[in-house]
């Protein structure tokens, strides 16, 4: 079983992404969307092997509408990498956990 994944809002992004001293994984999801559902315990599985190099969030693009829009995140499930304030990688869609751990070889090896 993964490990539950922290929520992020518009208030807090700059602070607890833009400014962290690790990669941060940041979930763009809605509580209607399917695919997320499908990826959400495939993050929770990567959070919990993963956690120590890199921070996963989670942000609900209903309840946050501001940070989605400045990144251009038009589709959801999309999950974004940020290093050092800077978008580094963006994943869109419900991928399985082979093909995320690829995307993400960069950033948990």
Known sequence: MGE???AVTD???DQTVLKSDKPVLVDFWAEWCGPCRQVS???????ADHG???????????ENPVTPSNYRVTG???INVYVNGEL???IVGAKPKAALL???????A
């Open 4 to 6: 539950k994944m922290n």
């Open 11 to 13: 208030a807090e992004f």
């Open 41 to 47: 315990p495939i993050l929770e599985e990567l959070n």
């Open 52 to 62: 120590d190099k890199i921070t996963f969030l989670k942000m609900n693009v209903d």
């Open 76 to 78: 959801i499930p999309t």
């Open 88 to 90: 580094a990688k963006s």
């Open 102 to 108: 690829k995307e993400l070889a960069d950033f948990t």
